[in-house]
């Protein structure tokens, strides 16, 4: 396979990154400085030419791959018909709300469209206070659920709080079962989900009696791509559920066919009572969506939820035809096949590389945590982030997140394929190899 080392960034690149310090707020900076031209299924070029295979999806977002023809399409129709009209309710709209239910768990009955994932998670906060009539949500070291008031105040890093003076009160955090650095210091199976049974000291301790819900991700993106083992979600469903607390599952990353299913909770049939989705849902398009049971819902009047370009025709449009192209291309299938076969490929990379602690993920949630040696284990976010430039040059876009900062993401579009893996594969094992 031919690996051309490229100079990135580019000049074009580096005029426009000036021009963004200048005047953009450097909080948008992104970690591998190029600047995006324009995009093609898993293809990547930038406004210098260069190509790179994307094994990003701009954070976990274009499941169907970049401008996919039919998805540019029904964008374009329906711009030509009618972008917005607030909240009454259009074709599309319904038929996508419609579409919706009937991919969901059976008890998931209505969804609420909105248009980020942040505004799906903080409308699930609101409505469990509503409806429970508690105010305190029980969340876990390393969550993310985006970055508005609510969703920060169940943040379990530190990192999205900091200095913002006081969250909205009411959340109460726990350790995440986070197996390759367990607080516990215990060991999978073994440890019979003692993170789980922990949870009602760490409750006893941290609630006034007012919890009324736990909110998690099914696997940590943020934090590092942490998958909890099989069975921990189910587990921590039978808590809630023998505690009377109702459990959201953020499934903002990991829905629509990310981890190989369409909702990550298929994979231990689990019915939360409310379910965040977002990301891939617009595939590129901003649109995000809550589903509930209708019980809970009803505990809003109407006007009391409402959000100007939630559920827009446009975007409508763009997730009905995510949804087509999903099923007709079987890509939860191919996100599954893919999957089992990076992380085989990663694991070959770990077992020569001594700097990878943990390869780990399921479908296309794929993450690498690095370290300074796998005896201590000490994350080594330098080492991670020499890794996505080096990879960048020779045209593999990554990126790098968790908890340290030290896990680089493995996340292609859901279309990618064989080839263009074993391609990713060479690029990092030439990339691991210089460092
Ligand atoms: N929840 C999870 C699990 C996420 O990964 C994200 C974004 O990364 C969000 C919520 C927030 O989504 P958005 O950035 O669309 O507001």
């Not at 409308?123 to 390393?142: M, Q, T």
């Not at 099923?327 to 020569?352: C, F, I, S, T, V």
Request: aromatic residues 8%.
């Amino acid at each position: 396979m031919n690996i051309v080392k490229r100079q990135v960034p580019g000049p074009r690149s580096v005029e426009l990154l000036a021009k963004s310090a200048r005047f953009e707020p450097p909080c948008m900076s992104d970690q591998v400085p190029v600047v995006w031209d324009h995009a093609e299924d898993v293809w990547i070029y930038d406004v210098d030419g260069n190509k790179y295979l994307d094994f990003t999806s701009g954070v976990l977002v274009t499941n169907v791959g970049h401008s996919h023809p039919r998805h540019v399409d029904a964008i374009r129709r329906q711009a030509g018909r009618l972008m917005n009209c607030y909240s009454f309710p259009t074709p599309e709209r319904v038929e996508l709300s419609e579409r919706l239910v009937g991919k969901l768990p059976q008890n998931l009955d209505r969804v609420f469209l909105l248009t980020t994932g942040a505004e799906a998670t903080e409308a699930a906060i609101r409505i469990v206070k509503r409806y429970a009539g508690k105010h305190e949500i029980l969340a876990f070291f390393g969550a993310f659920h985006g970055r508005t008031y609510g969703p920060m105040s169940v943040a379990g890093n530190a990192n999205t709080r900091r200095k913002f003076g006081p969250a909205v009160p009411g959340g109460i955090f726990a350790p995440f079962a986070y197996c390759y650095r367990c607080v516990y210091d215990k060991t999978y199976p073994d440890c019979e989900f003692h993170c789980v049974k922990a949870l009602d000291r760490i409750v006893e301790s941290a609630s006034s009696g007012d919890l009324g819900a736990v909110i998690t991700e099914p696997y940590q993106g943020g934090a590092g791509f942490i998958n909890p083992p099989q069975g921990w979600l189910k587990e921590l469903e039978k808590w809630a559920v023998d505690r009377g607390l109702l459990l959201i599952v953020d499934e903002v990353q990991s829905s629509f066919g990310r981890t190989g299913k369409f909702l990550a909770i298929e994979w231990e049939d689990v019915h939360p009572q409310m379910v965040c989705i977002g990301k891939g849902i617009g595939s590129g398009m901003p649109a995000s969506a809550l589903a509930g049971e209708s019980r809970i819902f009803d505990c809003m009047k109407p006007g009391e939820m409402s959000s100007t370009t939630g559920g827009n025709p446009l975007a409508s449009a763009a997730a009905l035809t995510v949804m087509d192209i999903l099923e007709e291309q079987k890509l939860p299938d191919n996100a599954r096949a893919m999957g089992a076969y990076l992380l085989h490929r990663l694991g070959e990379l770990q077992l020569k590389f001594e700097c990878i602690g943990d390869a780990r993920g399921m479908g296309l949630a794929l993450g690498m945590e690095i370290v300074e040696n796998k005896k201590t284990k000490k994350p080594a976010a330098s080492t991670a982030q020499s890794i996505i430039l080096g990879a960048a040059r020779y045209g593999l876009m990554t990126g790098r997140v968790g908890f340290y900062g030290n896990v680089i993401r493995v996340a292609p579009p859901l279309t990618i394929r064989e080839q263009e893996c074993d391609l990713a594969i060479a690029i990092l094992d030439k990339v691991f190899s210089e460092i």
